[in-house]
């Protein structure tokens, strides 16, 4: 997959939002983010963290941050080297 983003910060905010949405935005995002870019994914879904992010983290090849914030909330980081 051939990825030629330009964008070097992005904040995606996909709480209230259900599967696929949070999934299909990080992928958009992930494909606009510029090589040394970082992707800030906030969401309060868990499924997104346990198969979105995983998935999301394969298909682009990255190592996510992942930070439980606590009350069902979290921040994954993933960085574009």
Same mark, same amino acid.
């Given at each position: 997959? *051939?990825?030629?983003?330009?964008?070097?910060?992005?904040?995606?905010?996909?709480?209230?939002? @259900?599967?696929?949405?949070?999934?299909?935005? *990080?992928?958009?995002?992930?494909? +606009?983010?510029? @090589?040394?870019?970082?992707?800030?994914? @906030?969401? +309060?879904?868990?499924?997104? /963290?346990?198969?979105?992010?995983? *998935?999301?983290?394969? =298909?682009?090849?990255? /190592?996510?941050?992942?930070? +439980?914030?606590?009350?069902?909330?979290?921040? /994954? /980081?993933? =960085? =574009?080297?």
């Amino acid at each position: 997959m *051939a990825v030629s983003g330009t964008q070097t910060r992005i904040v995606l905010d996909t709480t209230g939002l @259900v599967c696929p949405y949070p999934f299909l935005r *990080a992928t958009k995002a992930l494909e +606009d983010l510029a @090589v040394g870019g970082e992707l800030e994914l @906030v969401t +309060d879904n868990e499924a997104t /963290v346990n198969s979105s992010v995983p *998935a999301l983290a394969r =298909r682009f090849q990255l /190592v996510p941050e992942i930070r +439980d914030e606590g009350s069902g909330r979290w921040r /994954v /980081v993933f =960085r =574009r080297p």
